[in-house]
Each structure stands twice: as C-alpha cells, then as structure tokens.
C-alpha cells in the first residue's frame, strides 16, 4: 500500500541521518564529556522531567473525575432533580463525547506549532473547571446538556495532548512505561473519585440549600481550577522551548530523541509540517491509523461499564455508602497492575501479548457476571473487568511507538486515534440500559463480542508491523548496512 511505502521511506530516510548525525566519529558523547558524564547527565534529567510530568497524573485523576462524576451524582438525585427520563442521562454521558471528538485533533495540531504546554493545558484545565462548577447549577436536562457538552469540547485538550508531551521527552522503551502512569491518572479516578462523591454525597446534602449532587460538582470543579494554576508552573514544555534547561541538558534532550527515531525531531524536517498540515494529511492517509482507531474504539466500548461502575457495584446489595466505597478496590488493583504490566511491556520489548493477555482476562470477568449473580463471584468479576485497563495502557504506548514519526504526523495520529475511539464513549453509553438490570447479560455479551474484536485488530495489526519490519531488513541488508536501525515494536 501507497502509505506502507511512504513510511518505509521515511524510515530508511531517519536511519540514514541517524547513522550519519554523531557530534564525534570517535566520540558521539564528547560534547557531554564522555559516555559515562553523558550517563550522569541523562539520569539527571529523566529525574527532573520526570517530576515535573508527575503533575500530569492529579491532572487526569481531575480530567476524568469532571468526566464521569454525573454517575455518582445520580445515587443522590441527579436525574430526579433534574426531571430526566427515558434515555436523557444516557445522553448526557454520550453528549460530552461530540465535543470531545471534535476538538482533539485541532488541539494537537495547535500544541505541536504553540510549542507551549505549561500555558495551552493548564489554560484548559481553568475552563472545563469552571464548567464543571456550572453543572451543579443546571435545572433541567437542557441546561445539563450544554454544559456536558462544553466540557468535553475542551476535556479533549488533555489527553491526546499529555500523549504527546510524553512522546516528546521519552524514547520508546521509556513511553510505556510513562503511559502507564500517566494512565494510572484515569484509573485512580475511579478509586478516588468514588471515595471523594461518597464523602460528599453523604455529608453535604442541604447545606446551603443545595442537594449533595450540586456540591459533588462545585467541589469538584473549584480543585480542578487550583491544580491548573499550580500545572503553569510545574508542566514542561517541549525539549526545545523549554527554558528551565541548561543548554547542556537541552542539547541531551533533542540528542536521545534524535538516537531514538531520527534527526530533526523537534524542528519539523517535512515541508509544511511547521504549521501541522502536512502532518494532518501524512496521519489521514495512513490506513493503519484507522485500523487501530477502530481496534481501540473496540475496546472502549468493552471498557465502557466504566461510567456504570456504581450501578454495577449496587447490583450486590448494598447502601448507596457502601457501594461507592466497593468501587475503589478495584481499581487501586488494575492501577498497579498496569504499572508493573507496562514496565514488563518496556523491559521485554514487547506489546501484543501484553495487550490481548489482559483483555482475555477482562473477557472472563464479563463471562462470570453473565453466568451469577453470586455476591462474591460479582465483585471478583468487576476486578477482573477493571484490569482490562491495563492492555488499554499498553495498548496507548503501543500506538505512540508505531506512530513515531515526523512529530506533526504522530501529533495528529495520536488525537486522531483518540478522538475516534470516543465513538466508542457514545455508544456505550447506551448500552447500559436499566431495563437491562440487574444482571446485564446483553450489556456483558456486547463487552464480551467488542473486546474479541480488539483482540482480533491487534493481531493484524502485529502481523502488518513484522511485515513492515522484515522489509525495513531487507533494505539495510541490500545497502550493506550491518548495525540494525529503526524497527517497530510489536
């Protein structure tokens, strides 16, 4: 295919600078004063970045908290208050998906030319907080409408951005590693979000005259606003445009990027791709960028008890305070569980059976919640489901390290992918009707067929990325080149 060619183009092309671009045909690390120093440095700065991109963890716990804080609101009243019925709550969590698939891929291509991301997400931060505020105020569905959609219209600058960032500081057997806790964001949401709404929801009924739904959102939202301000001060921006380097420590930065892929990294080397557009068409025209997007759309529709996660948990039984409190575990498991699966992902180089091993175990989990309603055998189910977000870490850093350049090109590719598999969101949120309750048989039997066919993806997409690969082979073996140069991982 046209675009297979044009990536294997551009990766005999990076191969070639990257044996040629050395500072020292004795000494490549000279400028650093040795291998050794260069060692020293490197370690340093992964330390200092690493700190400061530490922030990006509160701020997804908060992204997704705002995100799906209504499903705990409606224990409490949220849908009687607001009179809803029918499907209206449904479209309430679908909604927030339009705008959030509409502005991921403009947002990227925006924070690849701004260059500025200390300024650009914190920015967002402060107005999707402010949005989430306004929730709590809202009478009627119409209300809740608007401003569900206006939040994820401008949630969508995090997380295709934070992917980003990261892609620009880590080389590839580091970006796993990095995903998985900048995810472990999303999944601690979870646990501390039901924490957070089970505090509020059960002590700040009627104060002030408002209902406890309507403080879970004011709450909520005003730390959201405060973490922002704090993120200008802490977030990096891009190796190049950061100004708390020392020029030594930049230098290095561009340097291991370059080592990684190619040279010219941080400057845009294809013809336009300054201003994002030749990356925009480069990212649309490659079919393995919608192969995947399917792949992962999938797979959110199989994580999609998610925002019924509460819902679920009541079908064991228990008080409203309780049930909240059942969600966490869960979830503090699958956090772990993703960091030490993501780091065995990085160490062995490899991602496919990572990925398929976790949502085969999530598939089981579905498989026991269909087949009792056994109060035990529920809860080891919801463990077993929420562990599939661990192969959807995996998973991210997998479409970071198959995407990996030019930077415009894998801006675009990244908020493309996730934007796309937001559809999956949309109709998730449809397929956890309550009619359907309390066992959700249907609902697990569409989890169960959706997450089969992300296993399914995945498996042609490996064996497209070893055919890339065995010709990428064959050309150095062809040019009588004998060190082995850019390989995608599989």
């Not at 030319?113 to 200390?118: A, L, M, T, V």
């Not at 930065?253 to 480069?282: C, F, K, Q, S």
Request: net charge positive; with cysteine.
């Amino acid at each position: 295919m046209a675009s297979d060619e044009k990536n294997l183009d551009y990766e005999k092309q990076i191969d070639i600078q990257r044996k040629g671009s050395t500072s020292s045909p004795d000494d490549p690390d000279a400028e650093f004063g040795g291998t050794e120093a260069r060692k020293r440095l490197e370690k340093k700065l992964l330390l200092k970045v690493d700190l400061r991109m530490s922030i990006l963890i509160f701020i997804y716990i908060l992204n997704y908290i705002d995100r799906n804080n209504a499903g705990a609101a409606r224990l409490r009243g949220f849908e009687a208050d607001l009179k809803l019925k029918g499907t209206e709550f449904a479209t309430l969590l679908s909604i927030l998906y339009v705008g959030y698939i509409i502005m991921q891929v403009p947002s990227n291509m925006f924070l690849n030319w701004i260059g500025k991301p200390s300024i650009y997400l914190p920015a967002c931060m402060i107005v999707w907080g402010c949005i989430s505020c306004l929730t709590g105020i809202t009478k009627n569905f119409v209300g809740a409408l608007l401003t569900r959609f206006f939040l994820g219209f401008v949630e969508a600058a995090f997380f295709p951005g934070a992917l980003f960032l990261l892609s620009k500081w880590y080389k590839r057997n580091e970006l796993g590693l990095r995903t998985a806790i900048l995810y472990c964001g999303n999944i601690i949401s979870n646990a501390f979000g039901a924490l957070m709404a089970s505090g509020i929801l059960s002590g700040m009924q009627g104060r002030l005259g408002h209902a406890a739904w309507r403080w879970l959102f004011f709450i909520e939202g005003g730390l959201t606003i405060g973490m922002a301000v704090l993120a200008m001060f802490v977030l990096p921006d891009f190796p190049t445009t950061t100004s708390w380097l020392t020029p030594q420590e930049r230098a290095l930065a561009i340097r291991r990027m370059e080592e990684d892929a190619g040279v010219g990294d941080e400057n845009e080397t294809e013809v336009g791709g300054g201003h994002g557009t030749a990356g925009l068409w480069m990212a649309v025209s490659d079919w393995r960028v919608w192969w995947i997007a399917l792949a992962l759309t999938a797979q959110v529709v199989a994580l999609s008890f998610n925002a019924y996660f509460p819902t679920l948990s009541a079908t064991m039984g228990f008080s409203t305070t309780v049930t909240l409190l059942l969600c966490a575990p869960p979830f503090v498991f699958t956090a772990l569980f993703a960091f030490v699966l993501s780091r065995h992902s990085d160490k062995t180089g490899e991602r496919f059976y990572h990925i398929v091993g976790s949502f085969g175990a999530g598939i089981v989990g579905f498989v026991i919640a269909i087949s009792t309603m056994n109060t035990a055998a529920r809860y080891i189910s919801l463990f077993l489901m929420a562990q599939s977000y661990a192969g959807f870490v995996v998973l991210y850093a997998w479409m970071s390290n198959s995407f990996p350049r030019p930077p415009s090109k894998r801006a675009v590719a990244l908020a493309l992918i996730n934007a796309f598999s937001q559809l999956g969101n949309v109709a998730g949120s449809y397929v956890w009707p309550s009619a359907w309750g309390p066992t959700y048989r249907k609902s697990y039997g569409i989890c169960i067929a959706t997450s089969g066919t992300a296993i399914v993806m995945c498996w042609v997409f490996k064996k497209q990325l070893q055919r890339l690969n065995k010709k990428l082979e064959e050309e150095e073996r062809e040019r009588g080149i004998e060190t082995a140069g850019f390989r995608y991982m599989l």
